[in-house]
Antibody
Framework: QVQLVESGGGLVKPGGSLRLSCAASKFIFGDYYMTWIRQAPGTGLEWVSS????????YYADSVKGRFTISRDNAKSSLYLQMNSLRAEDTAVYYC?????????????WGLGTLVTVSS | SYVLPQPPSVTVAPGQTARITCGGDNIGRESVHWYQQRPGQAPALVIY???DRPSGIPERFSGSSSGNTATLTISRVEAGDEADYYC???????????FGGGTKLTVL
């Protein structure tokens, strides 16, 4: 069925790097804006980054700008998040989401998430 | 930056109506989306563009937005509706996605 599956999470030391992936299936990946959202333990949702269908337009939350890089490979139906200079406060479940085709950004289809833990 | 205040919690008895609000400066001018997150699960979209329902979402879920308040209304509340609910907008001034802080709905 239509789904998103995240991978690449794990335990990393402060200052380290990690690359998350999101594999899309059963829809035309290249037709949609995509978004990463995270949720720290016991807290609410925090938007991280979004990328246009072509990859030409990218948005970042202030908290990750300059440290994280979003990218996509439409031929592989995959979304990525390169995370550098990781901090303890980046510890969270990271969700990949497909955005609704209408105006603005509305994450309509979510993956199950992958856990990133930043700790020494 | 744009802030979307939500009440931390709402409690309702089964069969009653729950109303969850989302504040914001002139939020009535924005498109508001609502997500349900059951314990241990990923969020799921329940209302988009203020009042539209994705396929598979019961008609008991409805949304409205005007002035400085958007509202998610859940009629005939069931035990399975117990979850955290988040509102969300796209802030075109900052090019940021904004989430409300979330409201925990408890069904007594």
């Amino acid at each position: 069925q239509v789904q998103l599956v995240e991978s690449g999470g794990g335990l990393v030391k402060p200052g380290g790097s990690l690359r998350l992936s999101c594999a899309a299936s059963k829809f035309i990946f290249g037709d949609y804006y995509m978004t990463w959202i995270r949720q720290a333990p016991g807290t609410g949702l925090e938007w991280v980054s979004s990328i246009s269908d072509s990859g030409n337009t990218i948005y970042y939350a202030d908290s990750v700008k300059g440290r994280f890089t979003i990218s996509r490979d439409n031929a592989k139906s995959s979304l990525y998040l390169q995370m550098n200079s990781l901090r303890a406060e980046d510890t969270a479940v990271y969700y990949c989401a497909r955005n609704h085709g209408g105006g603005g950004l509305c994450p309509e289809l979510w993956g199950l998430g992958t856990l990133v833990t930043v700790s020494s | 930056s744009y802030v979307l205040p939500q009440p931390p919690s709402v409690t309702v008895a089964p069969g009653q109506t729950a109303r969850i609000t989302c504040g914001g400066d002139n939020i009535g001018r924005e498109s508001v989306h609502w997500y349900q997150q059951r314990p241990g699960q990923a969020p799921a979209l329940v209302i988009y563009y203020d009042s539209d329902r994705p396929s598979g979402i019961p008609e008991r879920f409805s949304g409205s937005s005007s002035g400085n308040t958007a509202t998610l209304t859940i009629s005939r509340v069931e035990a399975g509706d117990e979850a955290d609910y988040y509102c969300q907008v796209w802030d075109s001034n900052s090019d940021h996605v904004i989430f409300g802080g979330g409201t925990k709905l408890t069904v007594l």
